[in-house]
């Protein structure tokens, strides 16, 4: 862990990210980024005098945003040297490249939540950074503390494995040096031996150098309402999760179990985009099962 990116909009849950990041650069020795991100469309009907007139205005803004990001990160007590960026790009752009051309190891960032109407007007910037960040991500809601971290529960797809997963999973536990707990929800449509499951995961995940865990099963309609509620009971610090990222019309009609568990999660989520080519693990309690999902033929009394 060399290189961490926040996404700042100067807000009380921004702050929160902050520090949660303050605390893992400091024990890492990393560089600390703050971003912040200018961007803005022109409207198509608004004619400029001169290119000179629009430099001129996005230089002013600039540089009264360097101001307050100096004055922002001059808020927190660290023996780090905060770096500060103000992009033209939008946020999301800005994280892409600066990811890719910089190598950033990792984005936080804070997480407001939000359901019902709001979230269908305005969505989650977060849920869109955890989307589209081609390097692991953690979202974090107000007043979380990375030193307080000792319980890190990891819901799993027993159909989308990879090692990819299972490597970074090995390196959060060294950072943390927390207890893993690996959680597949079982839903109505799964025949799969529970008992052979959990033997087969549990060898896999010993595999990858991954010591100090649990795996758990649990049953529900829904995937999402069984992580949620398991993280409730059981007081989870974290959760870790893959995202497919998904897009366009895809994203919209199967949405995204990661993104949503960011949306309504009270612990920072950590977050990991799969790569697609990626070869998935195949296990033999998935191939060999045999049987039907359940199912129940309702008679519907009509007058």
Excluded at 7 to 19: E, I, L, R, T
Excluded at 152 to 161: A, H, V
Excluded at 166 to 175: H, I, S
Excluded at 225 to 233: N, P, S
Aim: proline residues 3%; charged residues 25%.
């Amino acid at each position: 862990m060399k290189k961490i990116l926040v996404p700042v909009d100067f807000s009380d849950v921004c702050k929160s990210a902050v520090q949660f990041a303050i605390q893992i650069a400091e024990k890492n020795d990393a560089q600390l980024t703050l971003l912040n991100s200018v961007h803005f469309d022109y409207f198509t009907d608004y004619q400029f005098t001169s290119f000179a007139t629009a430099k001129s205005m996005m230089d002013e803004v600039k540089e009264a945003m360097d101001a307050k990001m100096g004055d922002f990160i001059g808020k927190f007590e660290t023996r780090l040297k905060i770096k500060s960026l103000i992009h033209e790009s939008s946020l999301i752009s800005s994280i892409k490249e600066l990811v890719k051309e910089e190598g950033y190891d990792l984005v936080v960032v804070g997480t407001h939540g939000a359901s019902g109407f709001e979230e269908a007007l305005i969505g989650s910037n977060t849920e869109k950074v955890v989307r589209h960040a081609p390097c692991p991500v953690i979202s974090v809601p107000r007043n979380s503390d990375a030193n307080a971290i000792k319980r890190i529960l990891i819901p799993i797809d027993i159909r989308e494995l990879k090692d990819s997963f299972f490597n970074q999973v090995a390196g959060l536990q060294k950072q943390f040096g927390a207890k893993l707990e690996f959680l597949w929800v079982k839903t109505p449509h799964n025949i799969e031996n529970e008992e052979n499951v959990s033997k087969e995961l549990s060898e896999l995940i010993k595999q990858h150098g991954i010591t100090n865990f649990e795996v758990t099963i649990v049953r529900n309609v829904f995937p999402s309402d069984g992580i949620l509620w398991h993280a409730d009971d059981t007081n989870a610090d974290m959760i870790a999760m893959q995202t497919h990222a998904r897009r366009g019309l895809s994203h919209w009609l199967s949405g995204s179990l990661t993104e949503d568990t960011v949306n309504h999660i009270k612990v920072p989520v950590w977050s990991f985009k799969m790569d697609k080519k990626e070869k998935s693990i195949s296990l033999n309690s998935v191939k060999n099962a045999h049987g039907k999902p359940e199912y129940k033929k309702i008679e519907v009394l009509t007058s």
